[in-house]
T-cell receptor, first 113, second 116 residues
Framework: EPEVTQTPSHQVTQMGQEVILRCVPI?????FYWYRQILGQKVEFLVS????????KSEIFDDQFSVERPDGSNFTLKIRSTKLEDSAMYFC???????????FGPGTRLTVL | AQKVTQAQTEISVVEKEDVTLDCVYE???????LFWYKQPPSGELVFLIR??????QNEISGRYSWNFQKSTSSFNFTITASQVVDSAVYFC?????????????FGKGTKLTVNP
């Protein structure tokens, strides 16, 4: 059964460093998303991406964040200068269409020290 | 604005008990989608169900059933004869049916513990 994959599963970084979180969406899906979940809290939307551009972003997704689909399979989230409050689980998701169910990857736990 | 409220923070039951997880939502849209996701201790988010707002028929899938009541803006989830493997955090989510916004708006989740 096709699934969304994410790497790494856990990333530890120093405050101020850049990190890139990687995702491989399900192959026939066209819409891609990033969400984050601070420990013990609810899942929050960051950004959606379609046709090689951002279609929607939340207020959390400021200039420190960027997304890219560098090739036909990967979808990345970059945080340019990490802050302590960026520590969270980051989930990638994908869907076939705009209104289809979103399937989530296993998440990347980001720890900023 | 869209909002999802899961008033039950934690529920603890004994195996084989039935348990209902409540979800109340707010939206100005007349059509929308509702979802339930399961987050087991391993951390991934597992899709359980999607409902359209114009389809109020309740759904049953094995031990799981969902009760959608548009009149009370609720989309409750019942697990019948609970099992230890049902222990997880369950999230209810809302999404616009159409019109530009694809984001899921999640509730804060209900942590279900099923004890043997």
């Amino acid at each position: 059964e096709p699934e969304v994959t994410q790497t790494p599963s856990h990333q530890v970084t120093q405050m101020g460093q850049e990190v890139i979180l990687r995702c491989v969406p399900i192959s026939n899906h066209l819409y891609f998303y990033w969400y984050r979940q601070i420990l013990g809290q609810k899942v929050e939307f960051l950004v959606s991406f379609y046709n090689n551009e951002i279609s929607e972003k939340s207020e959390i997704f400021d200039d420190q964040f960027s997304v890219e689909r560098p090739d036909g399979s990967n979808f990345t989230l970059k945080i340019r200068s990490t802050k302590l409050e960026d520590s969270a689980m980051y989930f990638c998701a994908s869907s076939v269409g705009q209104t289809g169910e979103q399937f989530f990857g296993p998440g990347t736990r980001l720890t900023v020290l | 604005a869209q909002k999802v409220t899961q008033a039950q923070t934690e529920i603890s039951v004994v195996e084989k008990e039935d348990v209902t997880l409540d979800c109340v939502y707010e939206t100005r849209d007349t059509t929308y989608y509702l979802f339930w996701y399961k987050q087991p201790p391993s951390g991934e988010l597992v899709f359980l169900i999607r409902r359209n707002s114009f389809d109020e028929q309740n759904e049953i899938s094995g031990r799981y059933s969902w009760n959608f009541q548009k009149s009370t803006s609720s989309f409750n989830f019942t697990i019948t004869a609970s099992q230890v493997v049902d222990s997880a955090v369950y999230f209810c989510a809302l999404r616009r049916y159409q019109g530009g916004s694809e984001k899921l708006v999640f509730g804060k989740g209900t942590k279900l513990t099923v004890n043997p």
